[in-house]
C-alpha cells in the first residue's frame, strides 16, 4: 500500500489542521463552561465553529459520496478523523460524529427515497442529531441475536416494546430520530433474520427517557447515553429500513466503518496525550531535576510512541483492504485494530495521567476524558472478547484449510 497522500487528501489536512488549532483548540475550554449552563443543548461556540467549519468546505468529511461529502476513501479519511480525534468534541464540528455518522451511512445505503428526504437530509446540514439504538440491559448485546425488544406489526403500522440503555446520543435536545433494532421475527429458524431495523422520532408517544448513563463518572454530555424505555411505540410501516429481518444485516454494514473510525480517532487522542506527556516531562522537575532525566519516564514515552504508530499503521492496512476488497474481505483486519487502538490509548493516556500526577486526574487537562472514551470504546461496537473470539475463530479455520 501507498503511505503517500495525495495532494487532496495533503490539502484537506492542512487546512482542518489550521482550522482546530486557530478554531477548535482556543474555543475548548469556552465549549466546556458553556456546557455547564445547558448539559443537554447545544453550547453556542458549537454553532460558530459548524457555521465556520461548514463555510470552510469541511463538512461530512466522513462520506464517501462526492456529492455530499468529500469523497474521500477509507484510507484518505484515516488522517483526517485522527486530526479530528484530538478533541473530543471536535469531530461534531465538521459533522463527523457518531452515531450520527453510521445513522447517515444506513439511510445514504438502505433508507428508502421517502426517509433519505426526511432523515438523511437534515442530518447532512447538521440541522438535527440522532441515536442509534441497540443495546439493551436484560441481555449481551455484543451478540445481536440476543436482543428482546419486539416490533409487530399492526396493520399500517409497527407497535415496539422494549428496553435500551446506553443509547448513545439520545440525551441530547437535538436528536429528533432513532434507528431502533429489534425483533420482527423472534421464532424465524435463521437467527440472522429475526432482526429489523425501524425509524422512531424521538416524539413518538410511548417513548420514555428514564435517565442519562454515566461513564465513569462523566455524563458525556451534550449528547450523553440514554436509558430508554419503548412502551407501545407506534410508527407507520414506511418507517422500517429495508425489509423485515434485514435489520443484522444493516448493523454489519454499518459497524465495519464505524469501528475504524473510531480506531482513528483514538490515535488523535493517544497522539495529543503523548505530546502531552513530553511537555509535562520536560518541564516538571521531581527529585531536583527534569522529569525527562528519569529512566522510567523516557521508556513511557518511547514504548508510548511505538505503540501509536504500530496502531496507526494497522488502521491504515484496515483502511486499505477495506477499500480495495470490502469490508467483508477485511472483517479481520477490522476486528485487530478495534482490538488493538483502544487498548494502546487506554495504556498511552494512563502512562500520560501518571507522569501529570493528580493534575493528570482533574479537569485542568483532557487526560481524564481521554481516557473515559478509550476505555468506553473498548466495549462499544462489540467488547474485546467478541472481537478476539471471532477473530480466532476466523484465522483457526484459514490456516488449517491451507497445506502443510
Known amino acids: 500500500m501507498n503511505f503517500e497522500y495525495s495532494d487532496k487528501v495533503q490539502g484537506l489536512l492542512q487546512r482542518l489542521k489550521n482550522f482546530i488549532a486557530e478554531e477548535v483548540i482556543p474555543a475548548e475550554q469556552t465549549y ?19 457555521r465556520r467549519a461548514k463555510e470552510a468546505g469541511l463538512w461530512n468529511l466522513f462520506l464517501p459520496d462526492s456529492e455530499h461529502g468529500a469523497g474521500l476513501t477509507n484510507l484518505e479519511y484515516a488522517p483526517l478523523a485522527e486530526e479530528m480525534g484530538r478533541v473530543l468534541f471536535s469531530s461534531e464540528v465538521f459533522n463527523c460524529s457518531a452515531p450520527d455518522t453510521g445513522n447517515m451511512e444506513v439511510l445514504a445505503q438502505y433508507g428508502s427515497p421517502e426517509q433519505q428526504a426526511r432523515w438523511l437530509k437534515p442530518l447532512l446540514e447538521g440541522e438535527i442529531r440522532s441515536a442509534f439504538a441497540m443495546t439493551e440491559p436484560k441481555v449481551a448485546s455484543s451478540d445481536a441475536t440476543n436482543i428482546e425488544t419486539e416490533i409487530v406489526r399492526d396493520g399500517e403500522d409497527y407497535v415496539i416494546n422494549g428496553h435500551k440503555f446506553y443509547i448513545s446520543g439520545a440525551m441530547n435536545h437535538r436528536c429528533q430520530i432513532m434507528i431502533v433494532m429489534g425483533k420482527t421475527a423472534p421464532d424465524s429458524e435463521d437467527r440472522y433474520r429475526q432482526q429489523s431495523q425501524i425509524l422512531v422520532p424521538m416524539n413518538t408517544p410511548g417513548v420514555k427517557v428514564i435517565r442519562p448513563m454515566t461513564v465513569f463518572g462523566y455524563d458525556d454530555a451534550p449528547e450523553g447515553h440514554a436509558e430508554i424505555i419503548f412502551d407501545n411505540v407506534r ?8 425489509g423485515e429481518g434485514r435489520g443484522f444485516e444493516i448493523a454489519q454494514g454499518r ?5 475504524i473510525h473510531h480506531c482513528m480517532r483514538l490515535i488523535g487522542q493517544a497522539q495529543r496525550a503523548l505530546e502531552a506527556m513530553s511537555r509535562r516531562a520536560e518541564q516538571r522537575e521531581v527529585f531536583g531535576r527534569p522529569m525527562i532525566k528519569q529512566g522510567s519516564v523516557r521508556e513511557d514515552i518511547a514504548r508510548s510512541a511505538c505503540e501509536i504508530e504500530q496502531a496507526r499503521l494497522l488502521t491504515l492496512k484496515a483502511a486499505d483492504q477495506m477499500d480495495r476488497c470490502g469490508n467483508k474481505a477485511a472483517r479481520d483486519l477490522i476486528a485487530m485494530i478495534k482490538v488493538v487502538a483502544p487498548q494502546m490509548a487506554c495504556n498511552v493516556i494512563d502512562r500520560a495521567i501518571q507522569i501529570h500526577g493528580a493534575a493528570g486526574l482533574g479537569q485542568d487537562f483532557h ?3 481521554a481516557y473515559s472514551y478509550a476505555r468506553t470504546i473498548r466495549l462499544a461496537d462489540g467488547p474485546d472478547q467478541v472481537h478476539m473470539m ?6 483457526a479455520a484459514a490456516y488449517a484449510a491451507q497445506e502443510d
Do not use: F
Not at 235 to 242: A, G, H, Q, S
Not at 255 to 259: D, I, K, Q, T
Open 235 to 242: 410508527v407507520p410501516r414506511e418507517n422500517l429500513i429495508l
Open 367 to 369: 487526560l481524564a476524558r
Open 255 to 259: 459497524l465495519g466503518p464505524g469501528r
Open 390 to 395: 471471532q477473530l480466532g475463530r476466523n484465522l
Open 32 to 50: 466546556y463552561e458553556q456546557l455547564e449552563q445547558d448539559r443537554w443543548g447545544e453550547p453556542s461556540v458549537m454553532e460558530t465553529l459548524k
